[in-house]
């Protein structure tokens, strides 16, 4: 049953279909979660007793950067699905990854340098975190390049992959950076075992900017991979059939 289910959502038509249901879904729920998130945070949560106000960065930095691995991992792991089972729908949202994930990790990184130079007096230091971060987004970027550089698809899916999976090996150590090397940046107070050390009043905002970063982040991927799936399968006959139903809904 399950080898049913996982070769059924492979089919470009029905995922297709699944996502235009789907997209809603998380899109309504993303912004809500936001915006009770940003109320939360930049309004009702009370200054930090050591950062003052300059902690409230944290509510767009910290889920950005959480983003940022995640969006590699489905990236990584939808381009192993694509290679060993051929799948489409795998390669479509792989590729559909990329630019979404380059784009929290540049948020990452801008907010964390805005954060730096009051804390740290510089915009920039290369801290382990940091510049496992921005080699994260090179990655990114030589992803997207190596796709555009290839003019065959099937050839852009597959070199890709390769560098994709390849890459996945610099998601631990970014997560576990601050805690296997002498780091400025601050230990994990949030994603880490045992109770977080964040007052309840800081901390309810923020993961509720978590879970609405990563509703946007389904949304935008089902969006993106839709419209992936209808440029590889533009001369199929069921991308006229979505096309005409778009334009009648």
Same mark, same amino acid.
């Given at each position: 049953? *399950? =080898? ?5 959502? &492979? ?6 279909? %699944?996502?235009?249901? %789907?997209?809603?879904?998380? $899109? ?5 979660? !936001?915006?009770?998130?940003?109320? +939360? ?29 995640? #969006? ?12 060993? =089972? ?6 479509? /949202?792989?590729?559909? !990854?990329? /630019?979404?994930?380059? @784009?929290?990790? *540049?948020?990452? %990184? $801008?907010? +964390?340098?805005?954060? &730096? ?6 915009? =920039? ?6 510049? @496992? ?8 970027? +030589? ?16 070199? @890709? ?5 390849? &890459? ?8 576990? @950076? ?15 075992? +045992? ?5 309840? $009043?800081?901390? #309810?905002?923020?993961?509720?900017? %978590?879970? &609405? ?37």
């Amino acid at each position: 049953m *399950a =080898w049913v289910w996982f070769h059924r959502f &492979g089919s470009p038509p029905h995922f297709y279909r %699944l996502a235009t249901r %789907l997209t809603p879904w998380f $899109a309504w729920p993303a912004a809500l979660l !936001c915006l009770a998130g940003l109320i +939360g945070g930049l309004v009702l949560a009370p200054p930090d007793y050591q950062q003052g106000d300059g902690f409230r960065i944290i509510y767009v930095h910290a889920p950005a950067a959480w983003l940022s691995l995640m #969006v590699y991992v489905v990236m990584a792991t939808s381009a192993a699905v694509g290679l060993i =089972w051929r799948m489409t729908v795998a390669y479509a /949202v792989s590729a559909s !990854c990329a /630019v979404i994930g380059a @784009s929290f990790t *540049a948020l990452a %990184l $801008a907010t +964390g340098m805005l954060w &730096g130079r009051p804390m740290w007096g510089t915009y =920039w230091e290369w801290d382990p975190r940091l510049t @496992s971060e921005l080699l994260l987004l090179f990655l990114y970027l +030589g992803y997207l390049g190596l796709r555009n550089s290839i003019d065959d698809v099937g050839r852009a899916d597959r070199a @890709s992959a390769v560098l994709a999976i390849v &890459g996945v090996v610099n998601v631990p150590i970014i997560h576990y @950076s601050v805690i296997w090397w002498n780091s400025l940046h601050q230990a994990p107070s949030v994603m880490k075992f +045992g109770r977080p050390t964040m007052p309840a $009043a800081m901390l #309810v905002p923020l993961l509720l900017m %978590l879970a &609405g970063f990563t509703a946007y982040f389904v949304a935008l991927l089902l969006i993106r991979a839709r419209g992936e799936l209808l440029r590889r399968e533009r001369n199929a006959h069921w991308t006229a059939e979505a096309a005409g139903a778009t334009a009648t809904g």
